[in-house]
């Protein structure tokens, strides 16, 4: 039923930061499990964080302490905060809920010097 549109990647530099958006097209009140994953072409796609209806949330270890998630119920919108960015961080990336819906687009994060 709700749509999700990522939307904030870019080129960034090494060290930089960028702040991913996902906006639902519905209210997201009531959706206990949101997250963020990325994936590189030939690889699988994993999963960065997750989010929960209470606030609470987990990382994958590679972006512990670098990384933080977020939602706003009230503008029917996660985020994720992205800082000290890594070339490895390259990725198209993704926001879904659980269980999972259609996959989206995905926005494109890059990060070179």
């Known amino acids: 039923q709700v749509q999700l549109v990522e ?29 963020w994953y990325r994936q590189v072409p030939g690889k699988q796609r994993e999963s960065v964080a997750v989010i929960f209806s209470g606030g609470n949330s987990n990382y994958a270890n590679f972006v512990k302490g670098r990384f933080t998630i977020a939602r706003d119920n009230a503008k029917n919108t996660m985020y994720l905060q992205m800082n000290s960015l890594k070339p490895e961080d390259t990725a198209v990336y993704y926001c879904n809920t659980l269980p999972w819906r259609r996959w989206g687009q995905g926005t494109q994060v890059t990060v070179s010097s």
């Open 7 to 35: 939307s904030g990647g870019g080129l960034v530099q090494p060290g930089g930061s960028l702040r991913l958006s996902c906006a639902a097209s519905g209210s997201i009140f009531s959706i206990k499990t949101m997250g």
